[in-house]
């Protein structure tokens, strides 16, 4: 079997986290609290009141009048696909492009959710208009809708685009607008060229508006619930910073989702190193394999302006167990009951023979981004916006083939020594 010492120094690399831990403990993953906004910068008040007109593309600016904008009209996106799209200039570290455009909903009002470790929360409203806020780790800029539809349905099938990703925000605007955003993009692009994601906010959601989605031709529909256990969950989401979510509905809606879509065709996304066990996080992802679905994995960054952005990432130890753990779990058959576990938790067996190990390391799959499929395999994912998890300097999730010199340093980081002398994918080092 697959043992081996996490706690052996020879091969050990820094910890990332506080000190020399090599996992982010509960205990320290405790975000500050939000404080309240002055009421002139409350629900997009100032926006509202300056009533700038749009002029086209808006890229976010702090030091100019924010203008107001308003989903369906538009929508923003990230500074990668924003780049892919040709509306913004720009070069991605060892990327050319990114496969998913993901559309996110936009309102002057902004998001109502104080989620702890996202830029886009509530508490925000004081610092920056809603348009401006930084959210993992990139800028977001806004895109009339119509502008970009006609882009991607003047490409064809040549769009660089494997998936176009609806991404729903904490608002009341936001179930109808969904719906408008995804009837507008299927009137004029086939969903077999670009099939459509849903990322949803269950809040405020209901049995009824998942199957809407689906009727109208959604293909994937997925639940942020980011948090591993209800604890974390309450303490970053929920009451803990004063935000509405609540992880018995999160579970409601990812039933109904699994219901009306169907295997393979739902899932939900889970941030690793908010102070959950690996044991934790891969028994959720075992509970999403046993009913039909997949994991979306991220490695929490401790984002700027966000309550958790005094807070370590995520080591990389932690961070590469999860990892390859997940993928085995999620394409490989493996089941969590098979691995073994200290007693912190943490990764000490894959339950696989040490070559089948070795083997799926060095492919690699396992440590690139993590989401819905593309066009490329089942396994790789077409939401490979680069660097949404760490610096380019340190990448949590890769997204491209990790080349040698990545496997090498992958390898360092698990603290896995290669028992044979086995091929790693071609590229430069
Ligand atoms: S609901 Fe989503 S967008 Fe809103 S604060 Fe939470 S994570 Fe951010």
């Avoid at 892919?84 to 496969?99: A, P």
């Avoid at 104080?114 to 925000?124: D, F, K, P, S, V």
């Avoid at 809603?130 to 099938?157: K, S």
């Avoid at 604890?231 to 979510?245: A, L, N, W, Y």
């Amino acid at each position: 079997m697959s043992c081996y010492r996490p706690d052996d120094a020879a091969t050990a690399t820094p910890a990332e986290g506080a000190g020399a831990l090599d996992h982010n403990p509960y205990a320290l993953m405790q975000p500050r609290m939000p404080a309240r906004p002055p009421k002139e910068a409350r629900n997009g008040a100032r926006v509202i009141a300056n009533h700038v007109e749009p002029q086209g593309v808006y890229l976010p600016n702090n030091n100019v009048l924010t203008p107001y904008m308003r989903s369906p009209e538009y929508v923003q996106m990230s500074t990668a696909a924003a780049i892919t799209l040709g509306i913004m200039k720009g070069r991605m570290y060892r990327c050319s492009c990114t496969r998913c455009l993901n559309l996110l909903l936009t309102y002057p009002e902004g998001c109502r959710a104080n989620c702890a470790y996202c830029g886009l929360a509530r508490h925000r409203e004081a610092e920056r208009d809603y348009a401006d806020r930084n959210f993992i780790r990139v800028d977001w800029p806004a895109v009339p809708l119509a502008q970009t539809i006609d882009i991607v349905a003047r490409d064809g099938a040549a769009t660089p685009f494997h998936r176009m990703c609806i991404s729903m925000i904490t608002h009341p605007r936001s179930d109808e607008d969904t719906v408008t955003v995804l009837k507008a993009w299927t009137d004029r692009i086939d969903p077999s060229t670009v099939p459509v994601s849903i990322l949803s906010n269950p809040t405020t959601m209901q049995r009824e508006d998942v199957q809407r989605l689906r009727d109208l031709g959604a293909d994937i529909f997925t639940v942020a619930l980011d948090a591993a256990t209800p604890e974390i969950f309450d303490r970053t989401r929920g009451k803990g910073v004063q935000s509405p979510h609540s992880w018995r509905h999160y579970w409601q809606i990812l039933e109904d989702a699994r219901d009306i879509f169907g295997p393979q065709k739902f899932g939900a996304h889970i941030i690793v190193g908010m102070g959950e066990t690996e044991h934790d996080t891969l028994s959720l992802i075992q509970r999403l394999v046993d009913m039909g679905g997949h994991s979306h994995m991220f490695c929490f960054f401790p984002e700027k302006g966000s309550l958790m952005d005094h807070l370590p990432a995520t080591p990389r130890d932690q961070w590469r167990r999860v990892q390859l753990a997940r993928y085995l779990i999620d394409y490989r058959g493996v089941r969590v009951d098979q691995m073994r576990f200290d007693g912190e938790g943490r990764v000490i067996d894959f339950g696989i023979p040490t070559g089948e190990l070795d083997d799926v390391i060095d492919q690699g799959v396992a440590f690139r981004t993590s989401g819905c499929p593309g066009k490329v395999a089942e396994d790789v994912s077409a939401c490979d916006r680069p660097y949404g998890d760490s610096p380019p300097s340190d990448i949590a999730s890769y997204p491209f083939q990790p080349n040698r010199g990545d496997i090498r340093k992958i390898r360092r980081q698990l603290r896995i020594v290669p028992k044979k002398a086995a091929p790693a994918p071609d590229g430069p080092t």
